[in-house]
């Protein structure tokens, strides 16, 4: 399996976009999956349901800190830059609100989390938004030599 397809598992088993992807690569950060899970979650829905980048991209974006220790701020502004026009590029935007638009889906930006049905299941384009993020870090990875 890859951690493109981790993501969208654990997307699919109720973590949120953020969590999805960063636990996708958790054992690579050295970290405790749990306070990982802890620490993205507000990046959920656009942060905090707010509707602005995506989770899964917001997620990418603490990865890129953790796994590139060595990089200074500049860099890493730079890796998720490029993530972010990279994931823009396969799906239209990077913003949350957008996504979700573009998908037919009339988004709610309470901060009230959905219930995870199989009908929210059905009608969002989430999992395969947080497959396209996990995706482009670790092809990220690869070609850093870290994976």
């Known amino acids: 399996m890859t951690r493109a397809e981790r993501a969208r598992e654990l997307f699919l088993q109720g973590a949120n976009c953020a969590q999805a992807v960063v636990g996708a690569f958790a054992d690579l950060t050295g970290a405790d999956e749990d306070l990982l899970s802890r620490v993205s ?10 509707r602005s980048v ?4 917001s997620g990418a974006a603490v990865l890129y800190g953790l796994l590139f220790p ?22 239209g935007s990077f913003v949350c609100g957008e996504l979700l638009t573009g998908a037919g889906v009339k988004h709610d930006a309470s901060p009230e989390a959905e ?13 395969e938004l ?9 092809h990220a990875l690869r070609e850093a030599g870290k994976l």
């Open 41 to 50: 979650i507000g990046l959920g829905a656009g942060m905090g349901r707010l």
């Open 115 to 127: 219930a995870r049905t199989a009908e929210y299941y059905k009608k969002r384009p989430c999992p």
């Open 70 to 91: 060595e990089e200074g701020k500049s860099a890493i502004y730079a890796r998720v830059r490029q993530h972010a026009n990279a994931f823009r590029e396969r799906n």
């Open 54 to 57: 995506c989770g899964a991209v």
């Open 130 to 138: 947080v497959f396209d993020s996990a995706d482009i870090l670790e």
